[in-house]
């Protein structure tokens, strides 16, 4: 008893004479990579916004570099788990290049001579043809990958070029457009944005959302007895979590529609046109939506379900994931068929916002996905990644991409910035694992 106090009385010296700000992080148990991923992004976007003349920073831009993000969130959210397992996959822009061709030809041309011109389920078809499609060839992929035993790299090198060269002939380099009306939501836009109400009350959901998650963590802790944040803590991610959520609501209700749809729109319904114009906000974007319903998704597979801790044992240490009994290879078939189901919901995203399939569609986005994963704490040797993280890359990658279109940088220069983030990036991680051991 006297060992438990002398301990206990020892623990709180200790945590007293530590610095308030590691005291800070330790009780928040913020994650300090993550934190630190944040600063730079807000460090990105000041510099862009001083730069540009204050363009970066306003509404308008932000919503877009939001829209423009979706796609590569989404893709990048699998790539965790394929890195994690100490694999690559660089074929998933040709991939989604391939698939969103498949799919603006069956909305453009196959199925409306099948089920006639705009018919309500030509999307909802074209859609889960493409999660289909996807799938198999993620899973082609793993097969050959787990059951050949050839190396990922080279699968998925080859893939690259397989699918960019199959989504040629598909048309034989020919644009397919327009795509149908209710598929062309999920692209964002004006009519792809859910609108100012609809927008503050996805807001006050995930404000409960988070509090929630919060309360319910801190019952389970206190179910199987392990140590509890201090209720300032609780109560300051909370505050923190509600705050940001609504501030982003805020911002994309604050981006009108421009003149000439909201003019076109008042017309259309008999609204008359006040002096100073109609403000119609743009509100959360469709695919904005859809990436943060993956990112919800994705994490709850990698942290909550067998499957996610399956993932996380093979890449800590694949022998030992074997003997512990784990089915490794048709584990890593079902990461490779999640990645191409994930390309497929980038493809359609993307399809959607061109309102149009291309040729061009997806190219270096492998780049762009993988750079997110790495950026985001994804480790290249295994077993460490968070879908959060990913997400966040994916944004910060963007952020760089549309800072330099506006200050007007050549593409070619944008590339050498890019390369040059990966590779600072993994260097980063090199260095916080070396520290950590």
């Known amino acids: 008893m006297a060992d438990i106090t002398n301990t206990t009385h020892a623990n709180r010296a200790r945590a007293a004479s530590e610095h308030p700000l590691k005291r800070f992080f330790r ?33 308008r831009n932000l919503w877009n570099l939001s829209v423009q993000t979706a796609s590569i969130a989404v893709m990048a959210t699998g790539m965790v788990l394929v890195i994690v397992t100490r694999n690559i996959d660089l074929s998933v822009g040709s991939i989604l290049g391939f698939v969103g061709m498949i799919m603006g030809v069956m909305q453009a041309e196959f199925l409306p001579k099948l089920l006639g011109f705009n018919h309500p389920a030509i999307w909802i078809v074209t859609l889960c043809s493409g999660l289909v499609l996807g799938a198999a060839i993620g899973a082609l992929h793993g097969a050959i990958i787990a059951f050949l035993r050839v190396p990922s790299f080279i699968v998925t090198l080859g893939g690259l070029l397989v699918w960019r060269g199959a989504t040629w002939f598909v048309t034989s380099g020919r644009t397919v457009a327009p795509m149908d009306a209710t598929f062309r939501l999920m692209g964002g836009g004006t009519e792809g944005s859910i609108g100012a109400t609809a927008s503050w009350i996805v807001g006050v959901i995930a404000c409960l959302a988070i509090v929630g998650t919060i309360i319910n963590a801190r019952k389970q802790r206190r179910r199987f007895g392990f140590p509890q944040r201090p209720i300032w803590a609780e109560y300051f991610l909370s505050g923190v979590g509600c705050l940001l959520v609504l501030g982003a609501v805020a911002i994309v209700n604050a981006y009108p529609w421009p003149v000439a749809i909201a003019r076109k729109y008042a ?6 046109w006040p002096e100073g114009g109609l403000f119609i906000p743009h509100g959360i974007a469709v695919p904005v939506l859809i990436a943060i319903g993956v990112g919800i998704v994705m994490t709850f597979i990698s942290t909550r379900l067998r499957f996610g801790r399956y993932v996380f044992a093979l890449g800590g240490n694949p022998e030992a994931a074997e003997l512990a009994g784990i089915k490794t290879r048709w584990v ?8 191409g189901m994930l390309c497929a919901i980038a493809a359609a995203i993307s399809t959607a916002r061109l309102n149009a399939a291309t040729n061009a569609q997806g190219e270096l986005d492998e780049l762009y996905t993988i750079a997110a994963a790495v950026i985001g704490g994804t480790s290249l040797a295994g077993g460490m990644g968070t879908i959060a993280g990913a997400m966040l890359g994916a944004l910060v990658m963007q952020s760089l991409q549309s800072g330099m279109v506006l200050l007007g940088i050549d593409s070619p220069l944008q590339r050498i910035v890019v390369g040059m983030v990966l590779v600072v990036a993994v260097w980063l991680d090199t260095v916080y694992r070396g520290r950590a051991k």
């Open 267 to 272: 017309d259309a319904n008999g609204i008359a």
């Open 332 to 339: 890593t078939v079902r990461i490779f068929a999640l990645m």
């Open 27 to 59: 009780a928040t148990e913020i994650d300090t990579r993550l934190l630190g991923m944040v600063g730079a992004m807000l460090i990105i976007w000041i510099g862009f916004d001083l730069l540009s003349g204050g363009l970066f920073l306003t509404p």
